[in-house]
């Protein structure tokens, strides 16, 4: 399996408290993504890197940044939670520009259940 | 309407059973098409590309229709283990920066004895 790991695995917040996400790769590939899984919905892209420092927002970015400072750390950060955040978070990589065969396949992390009360 | 339409479910099929699942796309300029399996509150992981003649892994036969905009699962002789809930993907294009894959929310299969 691909090393990806994310933290925390579960969490239970407050309204209008800051939250970070973290996950962490070791296959040194260049692409990483947060996604937001909701029942009834596919998932749907957050925001992505392609590179250290290099970022850009998906379809659902409202209310989310992130950060990149290493090649193997990806940051998601909720400023102010809200319960329509309340979702699964799902990192994932892929060698190249995911959407392809091969190196451009995603590979998931574990999975973080947020809940905001 | 959606852009990638998945019936939920559940199939509920016995072991031995041939299942198909169809997942419809609306973008006609969709790219390349995947599934997807997820284990209950587990990650997505690759089941298989679909390939526009068609492929097969094992029990596992992908088939794309581009005329129709649908793709299909075709499992055959289930095994309990089988159960998982399938996640169609396909890939839109690059559109603000990145290949736009859209998810489907996916059909839960349920295999039993």
């Known amino acids: 399996d691909a090393g990806i790991t994310q933290s925390p695995r579960h969490k239970v917040t407050e309204t209008g408290t800051p939250v970070t996400l973290r996950c962490h790769q070791t296959?040194?590939?260049?692409?990483m993504y947060w996604y937001r899984q909701d029942p009834g919905h596919g998932l749907r892209l957050i925001h992505y890197s392609y590179g250290v420092k290099d970022t850009d927002k998906g379809e659902v970015s409202d209310g989310y940044s992130v950060s990149r400072s290493k090649t193997e750390d990806f940051l998601l950060t909720l400023e102010s939670a809200t319960s329509s955040q309340t979702s699964v978070y799902f990192c994932?990589?892929?060698?190249?520009?995911?959407?392809?065969?091969?190196?451009?396949?995603?590979?998931f992390g574990a999975g973080s259940r947020l809940t905001v009360l | 309407r959606k852009e990638v339409e998945q019936d939920p479910g559940p199939f509920n099929v016995p072991e031995g059973a041939t299942v198909a699942f169809n997942c419809t796309y609306s973008n006609s300029a969709s790219q390349s098409f995947f599934w997807y399996r997820q284990d209950c509150r587990k990650e997505p992981k690759l089941l298989m590309s679909v390939y526009s003649s068609g492929n097969e892994d094992g029990r596992f036969t992908a088939q794309l229709n581009r005329a129709s905009q649908y793709i299909s699962l075709l499992i055959r002789d289930s095994k309990l283990s089988d159960s998982a809930t399938y996640l169609c993907v396909v890939n839109i294009g690059f559109s603000g920066g990145y290949n736009k894959l859209i998810f489907g929310a996916g059909t839960r299969l349920a295999v039993h004895p």
């Open positions: 994932a990589i892929s060698e190249g520009r995911a959407g392809g065969t091969g190196a451009n396949v995603l590979t």
């Open positions: 296959e040194n590939h260049r692409y």
